[in-house]
């Protein structure tokens, strides 16, 4: 008999290269392997549990809606389409949402917006309208949001990608002054890189963004898929810096771990650019995906989630900061959100705390990604700071 990973490897498309390690099961901040183990998750699907694996009201609202009707196309209304708008358009205080399902079809639908308003209300002419984005971004694998990446290895021989993008190194300001233009439409970041390595922004430079947007009539676009719905600390990470961008892209943990949803959202002279017909997605706000983002919202709320990841976040990363090593070259972050940047590459030291029940993954080879469900007690927080210690101070005695 194929053993899972051999069946697993055989049929699956090769844009993957997995660890032999297969979960299959999950519980609030822990995971189960198949051979019974158990870890402190500190990947969360890469922040789309921040609820937690498997929370139970989340589970009963999939359940309950599951028996009502599950689809409904947007030719029509839902009974609780409007509902899930009206919660999400006050938690980030916008007139307007659009819901589509992926991360990277929420990229795409403010990359067709920025186009559109930037013909219709800035005046572009059309096709010279550009997007300026940040070097280390990471804005999803389709072929907009990948025009946006700044990184060749994931674009070599995908092109003809999107014309007019221009980078700029995440925080610096000059080149952003030199870049912007006439055409430009807008300029697109996330308020913390992910993906990046846990790349938090120098200070002021988000405000120094927003000041250039007004000044050049620009849209601001934060993605906050990875970051926001309290990952950081905060509800939207762009609370850190005081500022509210044209348009937050969310993702992710807006669907609880349980079912895709994404989300777009805008004040009305902005979304209005967009008209019957221009846009749409078939499973975009389904009753089934509002229904377990309208529970995975009241969780964070009613659970403090935010305040909780907050004070955790900064309990772990007060430990961290304290350990003793010459491999850690910067621990930083903010939330439960943490990076720990080493002069070496970091999946030794990953594999490595895995075996001791900490399940982590390195970003851009030395970055150990800190990330766990925001339902972590303390108790947990405790213990992975302890194996990090330990994983990575013993190391100083072989230096
Ligand atoms: C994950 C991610 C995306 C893409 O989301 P998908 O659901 O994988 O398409 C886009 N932007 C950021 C910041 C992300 O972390």
Redo the contacts with the bound molecule.
């Keep these: 008999m194929n053993t899972l990973f051999e069946l697993t490897d055989q049929y699956s498309s090769n844009n993957y290269s997995p660890l032999k390690l297969a979960l299959k099961k999950g519980k609030g901040a822990h995971v189960w392997d198949v051979e019974g183990k158990r870890y402190i998750d500190c990947i969360a699907g890469?922040s789309v549990v921040n609820q937690g694996h498997c929370h139970p009201k989340i589970i009963e609202a999939f359940q309950a809606q599951s028996e009502q009707i599950t689809m409904v196309s947007r030719a029509l209304y839902s009974d609780n389409l409007g509902q899930w708008e009206e919660k999400i358009c006050k938690l980030a205080n916008k007139d307007k949402v659009l819901p589509m399902n992926?991360?990277?079809?929420a990229?795409e639908t403010a990359i067709k917006i920025a186009r559109k308003w930037g013909s219709d209300v800035k005046g572009i002419k059309e096709n010279e309208s550009e997007i300026i984005a940040m070097k280390g971004n990471?804005?999803?694998?389709t072929l907009g949001?990948l025009s946006l990446s700044a990184q060749d290895n994931y674009k070599e021989g995908f092109g003809p990608l999107l014309d007019n993008i221009n980078y700029i190194e995440f925080g610096d300001i000059e080149h952003l002054k030199r870049l912007i233009n006439d055409n430009t439409s807008a300029i697109i970041l996330?308020p913390i890189q992910?993906?990046g390595g846990v790349n938090i922004p120098p200070d002021y430079f988000i405000q120094e963004v927003r000041h250039l947007c007004n000044q050049h009539n620009i849209l601001f676009i934060a993605?906050e898929?990875?970051v926001g719905l309290g990952r950081t600390g905060k509800m939207f990470a762009m609370e850190w810096e005081g500022v509210e961008p044209d348009i937050y892209l969310l993702?992710?943990s807006l669907g609880g771990g349980l079912y895709?949803i994404?989300a777009i959202l805008a004040n009305e002279t902005i979304m209005n650019v967009l008209t019957p017909g221009t846009h749409g997605s078939t499973f975009g706000g389904n009753p089934l995906a509002c229904a377990v983002s309208i529970a995975a919202i009241d969780v964070l709320l009613d659970e403090n989630l935010i305040e909780h990841s907050a004070e955790l976040g900064q309990t772990l990363l007060n430990q961290l900061q304290l350990i003793d090593s010459p491999i850690i070259d910067d621990v930083r972050g903010r939330g439960l959100f943490i990076g720990i940047e080493l002069t070496e590459q970091a999946q030794p030291y990953c594999l490595e705390m895995i075996e001791k029940g900490v399940l982590c993954k390195e970003t851009q080879g030395n970055v150990i990604r800190i990330a766990p469900p925001l339902v972590i007690n303390e108790n947990e927080i405790n213990q992975i700071a302890d194996v990090i210690k330990e994983v990575l101070e013993k190391n100083k005695k072989a230096h």
């Design positions: 890469f992926t991360g990277t079809e990229v990471f804005h999803g694998r949001s996330e992910g993906e993605d898929i990875q993702g992710k895709p994404s």
